[in-house]
């Protein structure tokens, strides 16, 4: 009670809903489109015969407010230059990159309040990257910092995917209580802090091994319930959950949600992208809603045929998912601290560039 108290305290002090900036940006939805301020996202815009307005382009960034609290693991996390690791550096640069990939048409980031591996994909996650103490509450170290990304990306126009929860982490929550804690403490904040360019994402991958049945696909619907019975002023938060690669909704998901996240993590034909949209129109209790792809770590943008194009071409929303590979440069990987932000390797600057090109965006 104590925690819950001082982050309401400190998020309406650091982010009083009457700030000139608060709900700058507001995200809604159409159908299957997204707008933004009453307008369609990308408006006009086609590209080789697909439409795409309406879309969400995006990349996963979700360690914009990394920090671990593991003293035995985050010395791995050091940055070169000063030997250690510095969450409120990381958190600055990553504000200071974000116009950069706006003016390439990025509309979209995901963060998640528990992360996502440092390292791409692990066997094992002994570091602490969570934003919630064990019963529940946020941390308010992490709350500040996601603050800072928010009311960035409102400033900026752009929207973001927030995740509660993420099955490399949600161990640390004691308690099924802990996770509902967890959920109506964060949807309040959300909400008592007056942003609108949000998306909820209940948690990454619902497929994933996680230690608490509720947030496991047969009763995540819970959950996505839970956090639209929540309103501020008669606004309420739009919600759903993402799958694993390949993954396709199930049905208590696609009629609780307002939107549909999916993976192409691990789907190598792009023609299996088309086909996961097809399967998850066809789902029963599919009521026209967008669908996004949120996480996928292909790349090929110099073919005809990639897993990018593919979903575009089925009117889906897509993201990036760029980790640093084994032996590669600290200028890879949006995944890996220490992270450079930048548009610093010729895998991001590919990305990018497809990007621009897609939506018809004015690089800098």
Known sequence: ?????????????????????????????????????????????????????????????????????????????????????DAERNVSEFIAAMPKWKAHGLLAVSLNFQGGSPEGYSAGQPWITGAYYSDGSLRPDFAARMIQVLDAADNLGMAVILGYFYFGQDQHLKDEAAVLRATDKTTRWLLDGGWRNVLVEINNETNGPYDHAILKPKRVNELIERVKKQEVDGHRLLVGTSYGGGIIPEENVVKASDFLLIHGNSVEDPVRITKMVEL??????????????NEDDHENFDKAQNNFASAVAAHASWGWFDFRRKGESLEQGYQSPPINWEISSQRKKAFFDYLSEITDSKKP
């Open 1 to 85: 009670m104590k925690h819950t108290l001082f982050i309401t305290f400190f998020a309406l002090w650091l982010h009083p809903p009457w700030a000139a900036g608060a709900g700058k940006t507001i995200l809604s939805i159409s159908g299957e489109d997204f707008h933004i301020n009453g307008i369609p996202t990308y408006a006009g815009r086609q590209w080789k015969g697909h439409r795409i307005e309406g879309l969400l382009l995006n990349s996963r960034m979700v360690q914009a407010t990394f920090d671990d609290l593991n003293q035995e693991t985050s010395p791995r996390w050091a940055y070169p230059d000063t030997k250690k690791w």
């Open 280 to 293: 998850t129109r066809a789902v029963p209790g599919y009521k026209p809603m967008p669908i996004l792809f």
